[in-house]
């Protein structure tokens, strides 16, 4: 029988890919922003009725971006709090 097929990752390796998951995430952040004013921006020039889906395209992926980012904020929050203690 096969016990542990999955390999727990080290503290450090852990760290690095919250590293790069954050600045992935951030990259995310300012692409969706920069598109949310284009797309904002050319919304009442155009006659397209299907604008709006770029929009809201790109408000959720804003959305859950940060969400992500707060989340492993907090969380990162709380673990010192408790080794401060």
């Known amino acids: 029988m096969v016990e542990n097929i999955t390999h727990p990752l080290s503290k450090e390796i852990w760290h690095k890919l919250s590293f790069y ?10 692409l969706f922003l920069y598109l949310l004013v284009i797309d904002c921006l050319s ?7 299907y604008g709006w ?6 408000i959720a992926f804003i ?7 707060f989340l492993q904020f907090f969380r990162n929050l709380l673990i010192i709090k408790r080794r401060s203690l």
Do not use: K, Q, T
């Open 21 to 30: 998951l954050n600045i992935i995430l951030f990259f995310i952040v300012a």
């Open 43 to 49: 919304y009442g020039a155009s006659e397209n009725s």
């Open 53 to 58: 889906l770029s929009i809201v395209r790109d």
């Open 63 to 69: 959305s859950v971006s940060l969400a992500l980012i």
